[in-house]
């Protein structure tokens, strides 16, 4: 019998949701096994409506791990997130005869559900206008800066939290099988306050000095001081400290909030289940965003034992249909930190572009899937990077329709059923690529600058397009991360080095015959001090180049790339003189591990995918049909907008 079959997992649990013994995973690559309890890489089905009926349709199909929102605030579109009435209705006033109906009506529609709850920690309606409290309390969804530090929310609401979490454990403990806490914006922890005074944040910036051993800076810094930038891009480590120092404080305040919840909840719950979050888009925020929203406070949330697993959507920049989507996070650091991920596949389809709140569309549908078509191969894609990325996902039928019609029904059956064959197969990485991204460069950016789009958001589109699969870690990880795997090393944002980060890089990097990619201005901030010549001191190469340079070392190479966002076949040409394994030798987009390649295109054709090594048989297993024996390279042929799943048996 061949390794592959001899590694499928037999005697699955019903549904989608299979148990290890007393273990969660949510990740499916063997080198990480995961710290928490529960289901093994669920598929499941999150809906804000109360829509029994498809809730009971994705049931029959196998999907029976379903997340819901019993919420207390309005959604971004000046809608009610949930059609039942709030739990949290007044101080110390909590109707759980609220939460226990809406999990009444899952059971009734589907008995083998298991739960994920989502749990609204913002600031309900009443909160900032009780008895005239607006004086000094404000909306969390909108302004979670300001309130962020509020004593008197963190003790209502962890309240609030806790007897939530007492009800649930002692009546549904048998059924949730994992908590996510939101809260901010679209609850997914964004700050949309751009750094603006309020009594608690003043008093909880200058306690963070303090504690820094900084002297006390008694205001908050204005806007002209915390916007300003004394070198062009970048911000002087002196000049501009007070800057820098207060963007630092605003992405540790929002860490800090998160993990005071995460905390209270695990003092219930005693990681029975796993708790996750919403956070770290640091690949999606991008200019006016990253700098000031809170999310630079990811490596924080990262590293703490209070929370399981991070969640995002699939990302906005690159989801029609075509493009090569991707992930808002850092997910290799998510799966080195031997964290949970959530896939959420809220793409907009054809049918959900019928959908509309207050009179108009959901926002997203221009970039939705036009047709039956498109929306089946698209939601393939989504499958399939979530599949080969080792990662869990869920199919958001956000305010309903988005999964209407037959034929996408029939598709969904379908990959129910290969998630529940492959999914618990213990596949690796087969990256030769690694990307380090630095949150503490970010810091000395100007926030609005366009370079901040180019840098990683869009940067992504050449990545996917390049041919090769891809790691995409945070800095921090560099220390403890096995370089071994790869021979090209990418830094798009290594603004900021110090002697320590040059040592590391030393020990680290520069060995082994590795290409390191820098992009922009490595190094113009050096040692404290804005220095132009820290990038020839750093690469090996002079400032002010206009084209790629190339310089190589006894041990390793360096590339200089003074433009951001390389392209496709720019990356791939410098993968392929770094050695780098080229799967697809055009600007397409594949996904691949050690025992999947994916491929995903909008247009009819016909493209080559060439493997590293012969396999003995390949499968398309979106058709069912062989490729073929001892095959090293697969033919794509598509008619239109269409994604191939092949399974490669060694």
Not at 298 to 304: A, M, R, T
Not at 405 to 434: C, D, K, N, Y
Not at 450 to 477: E, H, K, T, W
Not at 557 to 570: C, D, F, I, Q, Y
């Amino acid at each position: 019998m061949r390794r592959i079959t001899q590694l499928l997992i037999t005697g699955l649990a019903a549904g989608l949701t299979v148990f290890v013994g007393s273990r969660m995973t949510f990740s499916g690559y063997a080198e990480e096994p995961a710290p928490c309890p529960a289901p093994v890489r669920f598929m499941g089905y999150h809906s804000y409506l109360r829509d029994l009926t498809t809730l009971k349709e994705f049931g029959a199909l196998g999907i029976d791990v379903v997340t819901f929102f019993p919420a207390n605030t309005l959604s971004s579109v000046g809608v009610p997130y949930s059609p039942y009435p709030p739990i949290w209705i007044g101080p110390g006033m909590h109707r759980l005869d609220c939460v226990d109906q809406q999990i009444h009506d899952i059971l009734e529609a589907n008995p083998r559900a298991k739960i994920i709850l989502e749990i609204d920690l913002n600031t309900p309606v009443w909160w900032p206008r009780w008895l005239g409290a607006a004086a000094d309390r404000d909306d969390s969804f909108t302004k979670l800066g300001k309130v962020a530090a509020h004593p008197g929310w963190r003790q209502d609401t962890r309240e609030y939290l806790q007897t939530l979490l007492k009800h649930l454990e002692a009546n549904y403990s048998e059924r949730i099988i994992a908590y996510v806490l939101v809260g901010g914006m679209t609850l997914e922890w964004q700050d949309m306050a751009r750094g603006e005074e309020s009594a608690v944040r003043r008093k909880a910036w200058r306690d963070w000095m303090i504690a820094q051993g900084l002297p006390d800076p008694v205001d908050i810094p204005p806007a002209s001081v915390r916007e300003h930038v004394t070198h062009g891009l970048f911000r002087d480590p002196v000049a501009d400290r007070q800057s820098i120092l207060y963007w630092k404080f605003n992405a540790d305040l929002i860490a800090d909030t998160i993990l005071f919840y995460a905390k209270a909840a695990q003092e219930v719950i005693r990681h029975r289940v796993p708790v996750g979050v919403y956070y770290g888009y640091w690949l999606e925020h991008a200019a006016g965003r990253l700098l000031y929203e809170g999310h630079l406070g990811f490596e924080k949330v990262l590293n703490s034992p209070d929370v399981d697993f991070f969640l995002a959507p699939g990302s906005y920049f690159d989801r029609q249909i075509g493009g090569a989507s991707g992930f808002m996070v850092c997910l290799a650091s998510i799966r080195h930190h031997r964290k949970g991920f959530v896939h959420e596949i809220d793409h907009r389809t054809h049918t959900a572009k019928s959908v509309t709140l207050l009179g108009r569309p959901v926002p997203g549908h221009e970039s939705g899937f036009p047709d039956e078509q498109s929306t089946i191969a698209g939601l393939r894609r989504e499958f399939a990077l979530g599949l080969i990325n080792g990662t869990a996902l869920w199919w958001f039928d956000m305010f309903g329709h988005w999964y209407d019609g037959a034929a996408v029904r029939q598709a969904l059956a379908e990959m129910a059923s290969l998630w529940q064959r492959f999914s618990p197969i213990q596949t690796r990485s087969v990256s030769e690529v690694a990307v380090f991204v630095d949150s503490e460069s970010f810091y000395y950016l100007d926030g609005h600058a366009s370079i901040y789009n180019d840098l990683l958001s869009r940067q992504r589109f050449g990545l996917a397009r390049m041919g090769a699969p891809y790691d995409i870690y945070v800095f921090s990880d560099l220390a403890t991360v096995d370089l071994s795997q790869y021979k090209m090393v990418i830094f798009p944002n290594l603004f900021v080095v110090d002697d320590e980060k040059i040592n590391l890089l030393s020990e680290k990097v520069f060995k082994d015959h590795r290409t390191v990619v820098w992009i922009h201005s490595p190094g113009i901030i050096w040692n404290g001090r804005c220095d132009p010549d820290g990038v020839e001191k750093l690469t090996g190469l002079p400032v002010g180049a206009q084209e790629i340079t190339v310089k190589d070392f006894s041990t390793w190479r360096s590339v200089l790339a003074p433009k951001s966002n390389l392209s496709g076949a720019t990356l791939r040409e410098i993968a392929q003189k770094a050695g780098v394994h080229i799967y697809c030798e055009e600007d397409q987009v594949c996904y691949v591990n050690s025992h999947f390649i994916a491929f995903h295109t909008a247009r009819p054709g016909e493209w080559q995918l060439r493997l590293r090594e012969p396999c003995s048989r390949v499968m398309e297993l979106f058709s069912g049909q062989e490729v073929g024996h001892n095959v090293q390279q697969i033919t794509c042929r598509a008619d239109g907008p269409n994604t191939f799943l092949y399974l490669l048996e060694k």
